[in-house]
């Protein structure tokens, strides 16, 4: 039997090779929110990019360089791009055409 699980946050899919075809279960509650930084330090960061730009410069005084997730504004879908860390508090991301969105760093 051939098994294939999408799993994301609102939803779980599941899809064997039986008869049966699929079934999607909802998703259980969130897990509790992670620790905060060390001593006092933010450890994530949410940049809004409201006006649609093909490069957008994000200062996040994070102090490392972090895990990104972009996200486009009207649909949600996630969208990939380039990226330039210019420093551990400052990045660039770079898109093939004006996006507008929300970056989420960690």
Do not use: K
């Not at 994530?44 to 730009?53: D, L, T, W």
């Not at 200062?59 to 949600?76: C, D, K, Q, S």
Request: charged letters at 15%; hydrophobic letters at 40%; proline letters at 8%.
């Amino acid at each position: 039997m051939t098994t294939l699980r999408l799993i994301s946050e609102t939803q779980r899919i599941e899809i064997d090779s039986s008869p049966r075809g699929f079934a999607i279960v909802s998703a259980g509650p969130p897990g509790p929110a992670g620790p905060p930084g060390q001593n006092g330090q933010a450890i994530a960061y949410e940049h809004i990019q409201a006006v649609a730009s093909s490069s957008w410069v994000i200062n996040h005084n994070l102090n490392f360089r972090p895990n990104i997730t972009v996200e486009e504004a009207i649909t949600g879908d996630e969208i990939m791009c380039g990226i330039i860390h210019h420093s551990i508090t400052q990045l660039e991301l770079q898109f093939n055409t004006p996006r507008a969105g929300m970056a989420y760093l960690s």
